[in-house]
């Protein structure tokens, strides 16, 4: 059974920093694109960014140049560094993860497996 757990959301002040954690277990996830989401009451799950398993990454353009999605294969974790917060990035995040060679999927739909979510909350 696949499981994906989020932690290390909280509260920070605008201009701060939080680092967000997904563990995976169930499976291997070689050959598998995982990616940060994050929703807000009323809106739909918004891609934040992506990691394949090579390592590269992609990212939403609000968060490019802020935001650092990073993995550990042989712990089976990935990472997201999030720098210079701003209140509208305020959401729930979540990791997913889906089997793909090398395209990013950024449309919330096209992921099989989901964590339960973080809150991040940015103060002004």
């Known amino acids: 059974q696949v499981q994906l757990v989020e932690s290390g959301g909280g509260l920070v002040q605008a201009g701060g920093s939080l680092r967000l954690s997904c563990a995976a277990s169930?499976?291997?996830?070689?050959?598998?694109?995982m990616a940060w989401f994050r929703q807000v009451p009323g809106k739909e799950r918004e891609f934040v960014g992506a990691?394949?398993?090579?390592?590269?990454?992609y990212y939403a353009d609000s968060v490019k140049g802020r935001f650092a999605v990073s993995r550990d294969n042989a712990k089976n974790t990935i990472y997201l560094e999030m720098n210079s917060l701003k209140p509208e990035d305020t959401a729930v995040y979540y990791c997913?993860?889906?089997?793909?060679?090398?395209?990013?999927?950024?449309?919330?739909?096209?992921?099989?497996?989901w964590g339960q979510g973080t809150q991040v909350t940015v103060a002004s």
């Open positions: 990691i394949r398993w090579s390592g590269s990454t």
């Open positions: 997913a993860a889906e089997r793909s060679v090398g395209y990013v999927y950024t449309t919330f739909s096209r992921y099989s497996y």
């Open positions: 169930g499976r291997t996830f070689i050959s598998y694109v």
